[in-house]
């Protein structure tokens, strides 16, 4: 189950020498999860409504190549791994002119709920999300 998501690289999201900043890839994640869920028919502002969160507990990156402003980027989402209170998100981020590969990446998320206690994702989420499930 995977999701795409293109965009421009703007300007505030580079560095000193024009490209990419490191840290900008971790919102670009972020939005991509968002789409996914979107996607779906849901909102992650819909998950915190419910009384749940998705928080990151890890995160690693391997850039390839840069990315600059103005470049047009492709972000492709996937489920890696879903389990009953965790999931884990794969990305490769493109430019989509060139389709040169950027960045492959992966996040970790367990589910806490309100009291920021570790919980079961609930199934109405689990059906959003789970093509892998355990």
């Not at 950027?102 to 789970?130: D, F, M, Y």
């Amino acid at each position: 189950m995977f999701s795409e998501l293109e965009f421009y690289v703007r300007y505030a999201e580079t560095d000193a020498m024009g490209v990419v900043h490191h840290a900008s890839y971790l919102v670009y994640m972020e939005e991509a999860r968002s789409h996914f869920a979107r996607e779906r028919g849901q909102s992650y502002a819909d998950f915190e409504a419910s009384g749940y969160f998705l928080v990151v507990s890890e995160a690693e990156a391997r850039f390839i190549a840069p990315a600059r402003y103005g470049d047009k980027v492709k972000i492709r989402i996937e489920v890696e791994e879903f389990k009953s209170r965790r999931i884990t998100f794969s990305y490769k981020i493109y430019e989509t002119g060139k389709n040169t590969l950027l960045v492959e990446a992966r996040t970790r998320h367990i589910c806490i709920n309100k009291e920021g206690q570790l919980s079961v994702i609930p199934e109405t989420w689990r059906e959003v999300w789970s093509e892998k499930s355990d």
